[in-house]
């Protein structure tokens, strides 16, 4: 068990473990104080110890790389720093208010860059969940609103539906067919969509319907789609015909439907066209141009759009070879490819799958044999130009982790502009080809703090304070890919490191920053205390306050790393 006590002769507290019956451990705790590459910082941006606000405007834009709204930024830190300094100390920032605000969330290390939405969809990467609505593995847990809920909070845009039909053929159901998996109904699933579509951001939401159902239940999930979603509903007078997918921008506050439309089933389920050969008929019929439904009056509710009228982003996959999928037609559409898929054709046909989702969708999905519900590297498929990489958002890993930091970009909208190397069409991209360095990212990490806060005295070792390092490395193309680690600092709840790393990078636009904080363990395993993952494009140079998660992606409170960025163009 530890203790903190503060002896009445010292003003720094000291923490005792108890080890034995009769003995004890004490470690003098350290108080937070900045390091001293922090002080050398302030004396060369302030005057006689003091740091005025043309001072700080200066920091900002000769330290820290900032030119816009400098003024307007350098008030609001005053205005939150200050607050909490007496009236003495309000002429202007000493040391200990500026390595407040270095710590602080107005430091944070992302850009509040927001991208150009005016482009068509098949321009940006879309935070797309697998089987949204399983709460746990891919085999036997339960089907639940509550999952697509807590996908829709987190930023998810795109949420996958599984229909089937009910024991009598007269509802629709929503879970993963050929399991033990749980069923729910798709009106509540619909309900929550509508209700939390919206929660986290303001751009389109897509549902994608794996569809195992009549033509009959169509009919009943149009009426339901209407009726649930009303105006919210985005669909096109002739989707078939769509030469380009609108933007994120008009389609705000929208949600669109997309699934295989039922013309296209060349390879339907024997039983459904049992079940209703005549209803399909009616179908075809329906597609010729000058059709005409006879039977329509006043009483009818055909009112109601027809199933396939409702797709606005159709799906499908053509017989034949994987190759063929990959022909551009006049008409956009969505292609679906397992991630086993899409690595097999992009061993001899990388460029081909990038040409084509410059106009077209492409949607990535695990495996089949991933019943734990655990994900694969998103980034075969970004650097692939894939804009709907579907991940099981229950599951957890440092893959789920990456997925995360992608998509912090762009103010965590759920849609991230795609680089200009996947949308060139006269130079397009290759990735398996060597690119030279681009651009060098210089990460310095002085310290760390916040852990004596968020947990126990005991949580990582019962018998002295924690020995932790850094673990930081890029996550991108595999040229970038590289981990590097810290020394471990031992016996401190406040480490300082000052360790610099450097990272050549020749595909930044694509290059995440996985940050994890281990605390060595005498197992050899190592305790986790803390992690995020940044993309590189946003990082704000200089000096920044990050702040931590745990391991389901949710910031701790007070746990943090002072770190500093730098990025050096290549010379070459």
């Keep these: 068990m530890a203790t903190t006590t503060r002896h009445p002769s010292h003003r720094t507290p000291k923490q005792h473990f108890k080890v034995c019956f009769c003995f004890r451990r004490m470690f003098r705790l350290k108080v937070v104080e900045p390091p001293d590459e922090i002080n050398t910082v302030f004396e060369e941006y302030s005057r006689d110890g003091i740091m005025s606000m043309d001072d700080m405007c200066n920091f900002l834009v000769g330290f820290q790389g900032e030119n816009e709204a400098?003024?307007?930024?350098?008030?609001?830190?005053f205005d939150s720093t200050l607050k909490h300094l007496n009236i003495f100390q309000r002429r202007g920032f000493h040391i200990d208010a500026f390595f407040r605000y270095l710590l602080n969330d107005l430091n944070g290390p992302l850009a509040e860059v927001h991208h150009d939405m005016n482009a068509p969809l098949a321009h940006y990467f879309m935070y797309t969940g697998h089987n949204s609505y399983l709460t746990g593995n891919?085999?036997?847990?339960?089907?639940?609103?509550?999952?697509?809920?807590?996908?829709?909070?987190?930023?998810?845009?795109v949420i996958e539906l599984d229909l089937w039909p009910n024991s009598r053929g007269d509802d629709v159901l929503v879970h993963h067919g050929g399991t033990l998996t749980s069923s729910v109904k798709l009106r509540p699933c619909l309900l929550a969509i509508k209700d939390y579509a919206f929660f986290a951001s303001p751009y389109p939401v897509v549902i994608t319907f794996e569809d195992h159902i009549t033509p009959s239940l169509q009919d009943k999930v149009a009426k339901m789609l209407v009726d649930t979603f009303g105006d919210m509903l985005f669909y096109p007078e002739n989707p078939h015909q769509m030469r380009e997918f609108p933007s994120p921008e008009r389609l705000k506050k929208k949600i669109l439907i997309s699934t295989k439309p039922p013309d296209f089933y060349e390879s339907q389920d024997q039983r459904i066209l049992e079940e209703?050969?005549?209803?399909?008929?009616?179908?075809h019929d329906k597609s010729r141009v000058n059709y005409k439904d006879d039977s329509d009056d006043e009483d009818d509710e055909d009112d109601t759009p027809e199933y396939r009228d409702l797709i606005s982003i159709r799906a499908g996959k053509p017989k034949g070879k994987l190759r063929n999928c990959l022909i551009n037609h006049n008409q956009v559409r969505r292609l679906s490819l397992s991630e086993q898929e899409l690595e097999d054709i992009s061993k001899n046909h990388g460029t081909e799958i990038i040409r084509f989702t410059q106009r077209n969708l492409l949607r990535i999905y695990p495996k089949g044999t991933r019943l734990d519900s655990s994900n694969y590297d998103p980034m075969i498929g970004w650097m692939h130009g894939a804009q709907m990489v579907a991940f099981n958002?229950?599951?957890?890993?440092?893959?789920?982790r990456y997925m995360e930091g992608m998509f912090r970009a762009n103010g965590g909208c759920g849609y991230v502009?795609?680089?200009?190397?996947?949308?060139?069409?006269?130079?397009?991209?290759?990735?398996?080809?060597?690119r030279p360095v681009q651009t060098t990212?210089?990460?310095?990490?002085?310290?760390?703090d916040g852990w004596r806060s968020d947990f126990?005295?005991?949580h990582f070792d019962f018998y002295s304070p924690p020995d932790f390092r850094v673990q930081i490395g890029i996550h991108g193309v595999p040229a970038d890919r590289n981990m590097k680690y810290t020394r471990t600092i031992e016996d401190d709840w406040v480490p300082v490191w000052n360790e610099e790393f450097s990272f050549p990078l020749t595909t930044p636009e694509l290059a995440l920053l996985y940050i994890k904080v281990v605390e060595r363990d005498f197992s050899g395993s190592g305790d986790f205390g803390g992690q995020t993952c940044l993309p590189v494009s946003q990082l704000r140079q200089g000096i920044r306050a990050v702040r931590l998660r745990n391991r389901k992606g949710e910031l701790y409170k007070?746990?943090?790393l002072l770190i500093q960025f730098r990025f050096l163009p290549n010379t070459l």
Excluded at 70 to 77: E, L, M
Excluded at 139 to 150: C, F, G
Excluded at 276 to 283: D, F, I, T
Excluded at 441 to 448: A, E, I, N, R
């Design 70 to 77: 400098v003024t307007t930024h350098a008030q609001a830190i």
């Design 138 to 157: 891919q085999l036997s847990s339960a089907s639940n609103t509550s999952a697509i809920i807590k996908a829709l909070k987190k930023g998810v845009r």
């Design 276 to 283: 209703a050969p005549h209803r399909l008929e009616e179908y």
């Design 393 to 400: 958002m229950q599951g957890g890993g440092h893959y789920l």
């Design 417 to 434: 502009k795609k680089p200009n190397i996947l949308l060139n069409v006269n130079d397009v991209f290759d990735p398996k080809a060597l």
């Design 441 to 448: 990212l210089q990460v310095l990490v002085y310290m760390g």
């Design 456 to 458: 126990s005295p005991t």
């Design 558 to 560: 007070s746990v943090r």
